[in-house]
Nanobody
């Protein structure tokens, strides 16, 4: 399984970014996908997840109403639309995959840096 995250960058507070994660080497429809982030000096935290059947979607409380996770099974891609960004959203964002029935996310992308300036 290979995951390639992209779309990070520098944005002003209040702005938007869309992260993309291209997946290969897997049967995409058999995997839940997630976005995680790690800010400097902090532990990695979960941001949003989408289940294998696109029915179950979860968000961290800190991003609810601002971020939207989606997936395109035809393109083997998962996205994170981030709106109303604030400096607290500054972090390296990672996408990850979890096979149906597995307990954790086993494969991770390389991360993409999001920097939000005030």
């Amino acid at each position: 399984v290979q995951l390639q995250a992209s779309g990070g960058g520098l944005v002003q507070a209040g702005g938007s970014l869309r992260l993309s994660c291209a997946a290969s080497g897997l049967t995409f429809s058999s995997y839940a996908m997630g976005w995680f982030r790690q800010a400097p000096g902090k532990e990695r935290e979960i941001v949003a997840t989408i289940n294998w059947n696109d029915v179950g979607i979860t968000y961290a409380d800190s991003v609810k109403g601002r971020f939207t996770i989606s997936r395109d099974k035809a393109k083997n891609a998962v996205y994170l639309q981030m709106n109303s960004l604030n400096p607290e959203d500054t972090a390296v964002y990672y996408c990850a995959s979890r096979l149906i029935g597995a307990s954790g996310y086993a494969s991770w992308g390389q991360g993409t840096l999001v920097t939000v300036s005030s």
